[in-house]
Each structure stands twice: as C-alpha cells, then as structure tokens.
C-alpha cells in the first residue's frame, strides 16, 4: 500500500455555537471530501462535569470522523498530539477496513480477525501512520472566554508539531482562528511544516459571545488544497481509496 | 496526565468476574484491579490451573493489538526478560455483547520503586538503574526504545531486588516517533531533544526517574526547561553522589545505555568505603566554613565603618 496524504481539522473550542449552521451538518459535509474533523473541548478549571456547552464537542468530532475529548487546560499538550494521532489512526484503519471488505466480503472488519491476523493488520496500520503525509489545520475558537487559554493552546501547537515532526512523514500545519474581523474564520499561519514560529502571531481576542462554529468549519474546509477537494467529490465514496493509492 | 480528562477507557470488572476468551476459550477469575491507564486496565486473575497472571483489558483494539505485537517481538530476544512474557491473547464479549480485547501476561511480583528505595535505602537507586541499564541496552541492540520510562512503570522484583519495567505501551522502533509518553519524563517538552526514538530518549527519562524520585510533587518547567532540570539535579541532596551521569544523560551526552552504565558503575565503586571518606570530606569543609566566617566578620566591620563615616559627615554638614 503506498501512503496518502490524511487530511485533518482540528478544533479547539470552549463553549458551544450559536450562529450560522449546525456544525455537525458541516462536518458530515467535510468527512466526506476526505478530510477527518477532531474536536477538543476545554473546560474551565472549577468544572466538574461535562458543562452543557461542550455536548457538541463529541458530536461534531462523531459527525466528522474523527475523535473529542474534553479536558482541562493542563492536559492540553498531551491531548492534542493523541487526538491527532488516534483520528491518523482510526482514519487508516478505515481504509484498510475497506481493503479487507473487498477481498474477505462484507462483514470483515479489524476487530472480527482472529487476534494472531489482526496484529499483522495493526502492523501494517502503524507503518502507515508513521510514515504518512499530514495536513491538519488548527481552528481556534477565539472568543472572549477563550481568553485565559490561549497561551496554553499556543504551547499545545508547538508540542503537536515537535510530536509529529518526530515521524518519517511529512507534516503540514495551518492555524486560523474564529471568529475573524470580516470573513468566518482568520488565518494566523499559513501552510508550513513547523510551528515554532506560532509565538509571536497569536491575535487579539475577538470579545463579545458569537461562537460561529459551523461557519468556520466550513470555511476551513476550503482551505486544503482546491484540486484534491475536487477529485474527491467526483469520485464520492472511493475517496479515500483513492487517496492512499491502493 | 490522561486521568485530567473526563473520557477515557477504562473496563470496570468486579472481583470474582470470570471472563471467558472468544476465541481459545481460556477462563479467567478476577481478582484484582492492579491500576488503570490510558490504555484500559490491569487486572490480576487466575487462569483454570490456579496460576496468578496479569490481565489488560481494553476497548482499543488498535493499541491492545500494537501492545502484544511489542511484547511478541521482545519475547523473541533469546535468554532474557525485556518485558513480561506474554502468555495468551483473545476477546471477551460482554452481556450487552461488547466486544473487550485482552491478553495475558507474567505477573511481576513486587514492589513499587518508591517504597522499595524508601524502606532500603536510597544507596540502592544507583545499583538498580545499573540493572536497567543492561536491560535498556539489550533492548537498544535490539532495535527498540521503551519510551514511556517513568517511575510507575517500574517495579522492583523480590529476591533478589531487580528492577523490572512492566507497561510496554510506549515501545517503539529506533527511527519513529515515541509512541506513548508521559510529559514529566519527555525530553521534548523539556525542549532537550525530539521526539524520535533513539537510545538516549530513554536515557533521559531514566534520569528522570531519578528526579521523581527526589521531588516527589514534580516541579515546573521554567522559562528555561533544560536549566531547571540542571538546577533541580544540583540541589538534591540524595541525589549528590550521581550528579554528574545524570547531567550528561538529560544532556543527550550519552549514546548509549552501556556508556551510561560504566559511569554510574565508576561512582558506586568509588563511593563503596563510605563512613571515613564522609567523615572526611566533613573535615575538609570546615575550614572553608571558618574562612567564611572571618570574611562576614571583616564585611560587617567595613559595613560599620561606612555607616560611621556618613553618620560623621552627615553630623558636621
């Protein structure tokens, strides 16, 4: 099998949307032009329990494909590398869950081999996902609560890209951050392999409690590259097939 | 640092379940919950013979799978125990008709770093890293790194004391990037290093084993990582004697584990008479603590006659 380039959002956010559209809807939307939208959620530090807001979170993340988790803001390094490798993960073995269905027949799944054949599938899975291209745009949800966290998720991205520079694959990073001055979303760093130069860049805080998540995701959906977005529009379901060349 | 997040895997089994595999049918009597991590739980269990083994249970087939493939691989070494040994590996499904992979392992016996080293002695911490040491290096040699290295991932085995490491869920081969870490141990949220698995990532946090192990609450990071470690390795009094191995190890001087090994090996032989040479070394501070004394002496003198002379000017003007 040769490697792709796996396609990821990830959004970092605190607090439900209230404007524009629903964005689990755009995030079934985005899954299915091959690109996997991880959501993560970040609660305040006297939070106990799952705030009624951050509900959306695992929805978004299930609509797109990808993984959610909600956490504190000390975890936050660590969970942004592990969503983003759990969502590189779940996305490769879906692929070659697709592979197995079509030679093995329909209900063959990783979970159903025996487990001696499935630790020959993982291997496969894990080489694939150390030596894998990946894109991931950040999108920061930056609204006035957001305020306290930011320095935070800065370092959370500089730890993400020390993460996945470490692989045999190559990495590419964007970040933009919402709600922006006139269009749904603002970009802070443009396409780039590294992201120690995330630092200095961090915006101003947009105050006032417009969360437009939908239409930020959206937005962000056209940020990768136009000609990949096409094809895989075209070619519907065998997408990510195609994507990985097989 | 996973239990700050609200969602995780944990398979919760009250003693006395008994679990029966899918597909080699092997029973397992449920004794005991012997921790619970990122990746599921830990159980002690009895197999139909009677026999005590540890069982991991979880609902990530994926990382259950990339566990038992490490551990397969390091069974393969000949003649020696890098990790547990692995003894069988199914699913169970449950009554709601979930589906749980786990796999069985050698329970390692004994007990944890910190009690064993308080309730010994710390003298021993030098002597049981030079035992992990040979494992690490065997396992360099064979190519992998063991990646998540932290104080909880090891036990000391009883008679004798061995230092065994016992979660292999960060093992990784040389070249990629480490796996599974915990940020404390991490050379690259130190900014001492990346993330790709060579030799002396484990050296690292080895290392920082060590400094757990002194500042049992941990400490932060600093505006400046690597000098804090420097700075934390100097003042702690325990770890005195090893100051100098462990500096160049959170340094990345270290290439291999063996180069480690030879220097912590060169320190517990010189420091093996251990009464005079203390006594001595005490001798030869004082001294030093007397010229001190005579130059506070001689500061507050001068420090008086300054004050007097401007309390004199101050006087006639």
């Known amino acids: 099998m040769k490697t792709g380039t796996l396609k990821q959002i990830l959004l970092i956010t605190d607090g439900c949307s209230n404007k524009g559209e629903d964005p689990s809807m755009v995030a079934t939307l985005i899954q299915q032009q091959g690109v996997t939208v991880n959501v993560i959620g970040v609660l305040e530090d006297d939070q106990s329990e799952n705030p009624v807001g951050l509900e959306e979170v695992e929805e978004i993340a299930l609509a797109g494909g990808g993984v959610s988790q909600i956490v504190y803001k000390q975890a936050l390094s660590q969970t942004v590398q592990t969503v983003t490798r759990q969502a590189m993960t779940q996305t490769l073995q879906g692929v070659v869950n697709k592979e197995l269905k079509h030679i093995l027949g329909d209900n063959q799944t990783i979970d159903a081999l025996p487990p001696e054949q499935r630790g020959e599938v993982m291997e496969v899975v894990e080489d694939l996902s150390e030596t894998s291209n990946i894109e991931v745009l950040v999108l920061v949800d930056t609204s006035a609560s957001m305020q306290n966290k930011l320095p935070t998720v800065k370092e959370a991205l500089i730890d993400l890209s020390v993460s996945m520079n470490a692989r045999i694959g190559k990495n590419r990073f964007s970040i933009y951050t919402f709600p922006g001055k006139r269009n749904a979303i603002n970009k802070v760093i443009d396409w780039s392999e590294k992201l120690d130069k995330v630092s200095s860049v961090f915006p101003k805080l947009t105050s006032g409690g417009i969360t437009p998540t939908g239409p930020a995701l959206k937005e962000a959906m056209h940020q990768f590259s136009k000609t990949g977005l096409l094809r895989s529009l075209k070619r519907d379901d065998e997408s990510n097939l195609e994507e990985f060349g097989s | ?317």
């Open chain 2, 1 to 317: 640092m996973m239990n700050q997040t609200l969602k995780n895997s944990e398979v919760n089994l009250k003693p006395g379940t008994v679990i029966t595999g899918k597909w080699n049918k092997k029973s397992y009597h449920i004794h005991a919950c012997l921790g619970q991590g990122a990746i599921g739980s830990v159980y002690l269990a009895k197999q139909s013979d009677q026999k005590m083994v540890a069982l991991k249970i979880s609902d990530k087939t994926a990382s259950i799978t990339t566990e038992v493939n490490v551990l397969k691989s390091l069974a393969k070494v000949q003649g020696s125990t890098l990790g547990p040994s692995l003894f069988d590996v199914d699913d169970w499904i449950d009554r709601r008709g979930q589906c749980y992979p786990f796999y069985t392992m050698e329970y390692v016996r004994g007990n944890e770093l910190r009690s064993f080293l308080r309730s010994r002695g710390d003298q021993w911490l030098g002597l049981l890293f030079i035992q992990l040491l040979e494992d690490l290096e065997r396992l360099h040699q064979q190519g992998w790194v063991f990646g998540d290295l932290k104080i909880d991932n090891l036990i000391v085995a009883s008679s004798p004391p061995k230092l065994r490491w016992i979660d292999v869920g960060g093992t990784t081969q040389i070249g990629r990037s480490i796996k599974e870490y915990t940020e404390f141990y991490d050379r690259g949220y130190w900014q001492a290093g990346s993330r790709k698995a060579d030799p002396s990532y484990d050296l690292f946090a080895l290392a920082m084993v060590a400094l757990h192990y002194a500042y049992p609450n941990q400490f932060d990071r600093g505006s400046h990582p690597s000098k804090t470690l420097i700075e934390k390795v100097k003042s702690a009094r325990l770890l005195a004697p090893y100051q100098d191995c462990l500096r160049k190890a959170l340094q990345g001087r270290y290439q291999s584990s063996e180069a480690m090994k030879k220097d912590l090996n060169k320190i517990l032989l010189q420091s093996q008479p251990k009464r005079e040479p203390v006594q001595n070394s005490g001798k030869r501070q004082r001294p030093i603590t007397k010229f001190s004394a005579k130059l506070a002496w001689l500061e507050s003198l001068i420090i008086l006659i300054i004050a007097s002379l401007f309390w004199i000017i101050y006087y006639f003007i």
